[in-house]
C-alpha cells in the first residue's frame, strides 16, 4: 500500500506536519486556549462530519469564542489539506483534526478584543489500535484523578486542556492499565481519558448520564441510535464506582477506536475484574450494529462526499 | 529611554518573539502539556530566582515530568536570551516566562518515552498596569466558573492549561470587573485569575489556605515574611464566600502584580462593596513592607546576580 504524508494546514499554509508550526505567542499553546475536533474518513467520506460541526460550534460557545471561519471555508481548508497529503489520490482514509486558537496576542490572560483566531489542521494516518486491545480486550484502571468537573471545565469543552486527561492515563500506565476511568467528585464514573465507556449492569446496557461530567460523544450518540433500531436498549444512568463491580461487560467508544471491548478492569483498591475476551454477547452485537449503522451512514453521504 | 526587543529562546534557537515558533505536534499545544515559571528582575536582579525554580519542580513532579534540563542550563539560556534582547546592555528589567514542555511526540494522551521535552524562555519588557489599579484599586467579581479541585489538577501545577482562569477572567470582564475571584466547590474563596488574594476580615491580615485549591504564590510567601518580620500577623485560613461581606480590605499578589489594591468587589449576586482607595492602612503597610522586603534581598542577591 502505498503511503502519504502526514500534512498541517495553518491558517491556509499546507505543509507536512513535521514542518508545522505555530508561534509562541498563540494563546493556543501559552494556555491551551483552543478548541478541536477530530474525524475520520471511510471510504473518503468524513463520518459525521455536520455532527461534528455542530460539536464544535458548542466548544465556542462554551468558552466563549468567535471561531472567525464558517463552515465551508472550514471544510473547503480541510479538503485542500487531504488533496496535499496525497491520501485522497491514494484512496486512503485520513484522520483529521482540526483546531481553532484564540489567536496571538500579549501575554494576558483576558483575550484582547481585535486578536484573530487561528485555524489548524492536521491531516495522518488512521491510528491503528494494538489487536489485542480488540483480539482480547483492553485494560482500564480507575485511577486517583478525578475527572475536571462542569462548573470549573466542562468535559463538552472539546479544547487545548488535556492535561487532567493525561494525568489520568499516566496514572494508569503506571499500574500496569492501558487506560484510566475517571471518576467525579461524587464517585460516579465519568469517562475514559478520551473516549466514553459503556457497561452491562444487570444484563441492561448503559452509560454515563451527563450528571457525571463527561464528553458527549458522538460515537456514543451514534451507538444509541444504531442499537435502538435493532431493538436493544440502551440508556444514560448514573454509575457509581461500586456498580461496576457488577458489571458483566465494559467496552470504551470514540470515533477512532468505535467499539473496543474491555479485558480487565481493575478497581482504585486494586481489585481487578475480567470480562469476556473480544468482548461479551451484547458487546458483540453493538459492534456488529456500529458497523452497519456506519455502513448505512456511508451509503447515505456517498453522493455528498467531500473529498 | 531606549527599547529593546521582546525576545525568545525555544531550544537554544534565539529571535525575535514574533518570530518564534514551536511545531504544532508539541504537547504544549495539543495538549497544553506543559509547565512554566514567571519571574521579573529589579536592577537586572532576578527576584525569587531560586523559589521559583523549586517551584517549577514540583510543577513538573505533580506532572510527572522529567525536566530535561538542570538549573544551570536553564541559567544560562535565559542569560542568553536576555543579552540578545539588548535590555542587559541598556540596564532595563524585564520579564522572563520560562516553559518546558513534554515534548513532540505522536498523537496520544500517553507521553511516549523517549519524547524529549522542549524549552521556550520569553523575555520581554515588564508589564505595566493601568495606574488606577493602584492609585484607586482594580475591581473584582466573584464568578460562577469555580478555581479546578486538586484532585482533578491541582492549581498548584503552574502549567499550560490555563482555559480555567481564562473562562473566569471573562466572566468577570462581562460583568465589568477588572480580574474575577474563584470559589471552589465548598463555596470558599481561592485565587483571582492569576494572583492570590489577601483580605483584612475582623481586623486580621488572612488570605486563603491550601484547604481551598490555589497556587502557593511567592509573592504571597514572601508577604508572610516581610509582614512577620514587620510585626504584622498574616496567616492562611479558610475564607468563604460570605466571609468576605465583612472584609474592611482586600489586595491582590503576583510577581508582577506586587500589592494590588482592590477598590470594589462585586458578590455573585451583584452586590458590591467598596474599599479605601489606593489601598486600606493594613493594604499600605504590606506595600510598604514588601517593598523593603525585595529591596533587602536585592541587597542580599548583588553578588549572585547573574545578568
Not at 485555524?119 to 486491545?133: D, G, M, R, Y
Request: aromatic fraction near 8%; include cysteine; charge should be negative.
Amino acid at each position: 500500500m502505498s503511503e502519504f504524508t502526514s500534512t498541517t494546514n495553518v491558517d491556509g499554509k499546507i505543509t507536512p506536519t513535521t514542518e508545522a508550526r505555530i508561534p509562541v505567542m498563540d494563546r493556543g499553546f501559552l494556555y491551551g486556549d483552543s478548541i478541536y475536533e477530530v474525524f475520520r474518513t471511510y471510504e473518503g467520506i468524513p463520518l459525521f462530519y455536520d455532527e461534528h460541526w455542530r460539536r464544535f460550534e458548542n466548544s465556542a460557545a462554551l468558552i466563549h469564542l468567535s471561531i472567525g471561519h464558517t463552515k465551508d471555508e472550514l471544510t473547503e481548508q480541510i479538503r485542500a489539506t487531504i488533496r496535499a497529503s496525497g491520501a485522497a489520490q491514494l484512496k486512503r482514509d485520513v484522520y483529521v483534526r482540526y483546531v481553532v486558537t484564540r489567536g496571538e496576542g500579549p501575554i494576558d490572560l483576558l483575550p484582547h478584543s481585535g486578536t484573530r483566531t487561528r485555524l489548524v489542521i492536521i491531516v495522518k494516518e488512521v491510528p491503528t489500535w494494538n489487536p489485542i486491545f480488540y483480539s482480547r480486550g483492553v485494560d482500564v484502571a480507575i485511577v486517583g484523578t478525578r475527572r475536571n468537573p462542569k462548573h470549573a471545565l466542562d468535559p463538552n469543552i472539546k479544547g487545548g486542556n488535556y492535561l487532567n486527561n493525561v494525568l489520568g492515563v499516566l496514572e494508569a500506565s503506571a499500574r500496569g492499565a492501558d487506560d484510566c476511568l475517571m471518576l467525579d467528585a461524587e464517585d460516579r464514573i465519568t469517562e475514559a481519558s478520551n473516549s466514553n465507556v459503556f457497561f452491562v449492569i444487570d444484563g441492561k446496557l448503559v452509560t454515563p448520564s451527563q450528571s457525571a461530567a463527561n464528553l458527549r460523544g458522538l460515537t456514543k450518540a451514534a451507538i444509541h441510535e444504531a442499537c435502538k433500531a435493532q431493538g436493544l436498549n440502551s440508556s444514560e444512568v448514573e454509575i457509581s464506582a461500586a456498580a461496576v463491580a457488577g458489571a458483566s461487560e465494559c467496552f470504551l467508544s470514540s470515533s477512532t477506536r468505535e467499539i473496543m471491548p474491555v479485558h480487565k478492569l481493575t478497581a482504585e483498591d486494586g481489585a481487578a475484574r475480567e470480562f469476556p475476551e473480544g468482548g461479551g454477547p451484547i458487546t458483540r452485537r453493538v459492534q456488529a450494529y456500529y458497523r452497519e449503522y456506519v455502513r448505512a451512514y456511508l451509503r447515505d453521504h456517498d453522493a455528498l462526499s467531500m473529498f
